[in-house]
């Protein structure tokens, strides 16, 4: 079956790094997304990747190993609004987006 | 301003009743989607559809039905067929089905009485 893995809680200090790991099985890779979600409300797009590496867009980076079937979005300069859930979701042979449960970061000031 | 207007945000409904959620979009994207949103789980696709008037089956399908007879509109009916229906429903859309990023509405929210 398929299966994203991502911690179901985090917890961070205001101005701090934290590091949200993903580790995912599908039937094929098309791409690995990250999204942002506050609490009652829709999802925003973060990042994609699809070759392994880092990609880095401001405060927030993205890396992927397709080997590993790993992945983490990195938060640097940690700031109270990025208390909100962080989910992983892959797209598979089929372009299907996989999506997992989330981790939700709460940020401590 | 573009984007996806779902309404409404929260509907109550007895048990035995369908009811419809809106989905609009001004994005000229092709492809919609709806997914359920549970505690403790990843985004589950009930229908998507790649062009006006088709529209397939994804994982949770059962219970529910959609139209697209435009091409901004893909709304979502939660028929009395449907278990557990209460959850919070996300629509999405795409420039195309396999372009990753999804610009989602705001959401909606059912609770069944």
């Known amino acids: 079956g398929q299966n994203i893995d991502q911690p179901t809680e985090m917890t961070a200090t205001e101005g701090a790094i934290v590091q949200i790991n993903c580790t995912y099985q599908?039937?094929?890779?098309?791409?690995l997304f990250w999204y942002q979600q506050h609490a009652g409300e829709a999802p925003t797009f973060l990042s994609y990747n699809v070759l392994d590496g880092l990609e880095e867009k401001g405060r927030f980076s993205s890396f992927l190993s397709r080997s590993k079937g790993y992945s983490y979005l990195l938060l640097k300069e940690l700031q109270m609004k990025d208390s909100a859930s962080y989910l992983c979701a892959v797209a598979d042979s089929n372009y299907q987006l996989i999506w997992g449960a989330g981790t939700k970061l709460i940020i401590k000031p | 301003d573009g984007g996806i207007t779902q309404s409404p945000k929260y509907l109550f409904r007895k048990e035995g009743q369908n009811v419809t959620l809106s989905c609009e979009q001004n994005?000229?994207?092709?492809?919609m989607y709806w997914y359920r949103q549970d505690p403790g789980q990843g985004l589950r696709l009930i229908y998507y559809s790649q062009i006006v008037n088709d529209f397939q089956k994804g994982d949770i399908a059962e219970g529910y039905s959609v139209s697209r007879e435009k091409k901004e509109s893909f709304p979502l009916t939660v028929t009395s067929a449907q278990k557990n229906p209460t959850a919070f429903y996300l629509c999405a859309s795409s420039t195309d089905v396999g372009t990753g990023e999804l610009f989602f509405g705001e959401g909606s929210r059912l609770t069944v009485l």
């Open positions: 599908t039937s094929g890779f098309n791409g």
């Open positions: 994005l000229n994207h092709d492809a």
